[in-house]
């Protein structure tokens, strides 16, 4: 009888055993693996969409096709990282109308360079963004390139708006962030580096909306 019983409790503890051991070998524990690429996501496409990042003066660096109906797409971004070497003075970049004497932070010799992300539809199947082909679709959010990490801190007066860029090196997702403090006319503003490279499009709207 004991002898059963020992070969009872040998075999429960080679169970629990086993049991212990599943987690081990699932490094992630069994959750999801986190996002690591870069993603665009819009509402459903159209025919002859296509996605396009491009220069704050409009120039296209990179575009693809995108299904009709799709939602979200995965983007490459070695396909943009040349643009590194258009890198401009951080001051150059600054929005017109800044508060004299308001300029503050750690810039330095800073380089920047921003990217927005556009969506059209290719009405005469050319291949080629033309006039009033862009849908009414984009992002606050900027794709963001820095030499060295920088803090720009400064006011504009239009808007009113109180605004801090801080701008990891390398390239980022420059995440925008805007409220208006209860009892003040003075927006506080916020483009700052963030860890997951998701961009969501959305109908145009002024840069004192979130």
């Not at 169970?15 to 212990?20: F, M, Q, R, V």
């Not at 862009?134 to 990490?149: E, K, N």
Request: charged content about 20%.
């Amino acid at each position: 009888m004991k002898r059963l019983n020992l070969i009872v409790l040998a075999g429960l503890g080679l169970l629990l055993a086993a049991c212990s051991a599943s987690p081990a070998a699932a490094p992630d524990g069994g959750r999801p693996p986190l996002p690591t690429g870069v993603e665009v996501r819009f509402p459903a496409a159209p025919a002859n969409a296509y996605l396009s990042l491009l220069t704050e003066d409009g120039k296209s660096v990179y575009q693809l096709s995108v299904p009709a109906g799709t939602t979200s797409v995965e983007v490459d971004p070695a396909r943009w990282q040349a643009e590194a070497k258009n890198a401009q003075d951080v001051t150059l970049l600054l929005p017109t109308g800044i508060v004299a004497g308001s300029l503050k932070g750690s810039i330095g010799d800073a380089m920047a360079r921003f990217l927005r992300w556009a969506m059209w539809q290719d009405n005469n199947a050319n291949g080629i963004r033309d006039d009033g082909e862009t849908l009414d679709l984009m992002t606050h959010d900027r794709v963001a390139y820095a030499s060295q990490p920088f803090t720009a801190i400064f006011r504009t007066a239009t808007p009113d708006m109180q605004q801090t860029w801080n701008i990891s090196g390398g390239w980022s997702r420059a995440e925008h962030y805007v409220y208006l403090p209860e009892g003040s006319k003075t927006y506080i503003r916020s483009l700052e580096s963030a860890g997951v490279q998701r961009y969501t499009l959305h109908v145009d709207t002024p840069i004192t909306s979130q």
